[in-house]
């Protein structure tokens, strides 16, 4: 009799079948891709400041373009401003917009990791578009307004000029750092032939 009990006891009913977003579904595919992949060597390791793990570049646009854009976490705040540049067509002052979105955290996850390695401040970003965005795990081929490479060309304009500031504040004390992610770049990158490699490196 107390195995039938026990027996009873341990049936599970069946859940219903749940079906999943197509981001959940590639939540779940990234997931597994990590944890079936071999253990990674040297090659693979990817560095990011610290203060831009505390808190990260906006992930949307921020609306209505504000003069200055704050995210808190604790006792510690990033505040990014907004870089300038001249207007092609009217030579008038242009604002470039925020960094946000994956592209520029990927081109930092670069920046930083590529400083590391290569102990100096200079960063040669290379000879073309295409082998740049390859490192970045970036599609070069597909072209069009919405497409990598537009995107990465809007958003390295845009991380380059904006001023970022990191604070903390406690009792009695305040920290900060002001800097710029570039204080000097060129790009001779052709955006529109992404396999034409350059005369010089960007």
């Known amino acids: 009799m ?6 009873i ?80 067509r ?15 955290r990927l081109v930092l996850f670069w920046l930083t990791t590529e400083a590391l390695r290569t102990g100096g401040r200079r960063l040669e970003l290379g000879g073309s578009l295409a082998g740049f965005m390859r490192e970045l795990g970036l599609d070069p081929n597909r072209g069009g307004r919405g497409s990598p490479r537009a995107r990465l060309h809007d958003q390295i304009e845009r991380l ?10 406690g009792e009695g004390y305040r920290q900060w750092l002001n800097m710029e992610v570039t204080s000097k770049g060129e790009l001779w990158w052709d955006f529109k032939q992404p396999d034409q490699r350059d005369l010089f490196s960007s």
């Not at 380059?160 to 903390?168: G, V």
């Open 90 to 104: 009217t030579g008038e002052r242009v604002c470039l917009g925020y960094p946000f979105g994956n592209i520029p």
């Open 9 to 88: 006891s341990n049936i599970v009913p069946l859940q219903p079948q749940i079906r999943l977003t197509r981001t959940q579904r590639k939540i779940l595919e990234v997931k597994n891709a990590i944890y079936f992949q071999p253990q990674p060597d040297a090659d693979d390791l990817t560095f990011s400041a610290r203060e831009l793990v505390q808190a990260t570049l906006p992930h949307q646009t921020p609306r209505g373009n504000p003069p200055e854009w704050v995210r808190r976490n604790g006792n510690y705040t990033l505040s990014i401003r907004p870089g300038y540049k001249d207007d092609e």
């Open 2 to 7: 107390k195995r039938s009990e026990d027996a």
């Open 160 to 169: 380059f000029n904006a001023s970022i500031s990191f604070q903390y504040k």
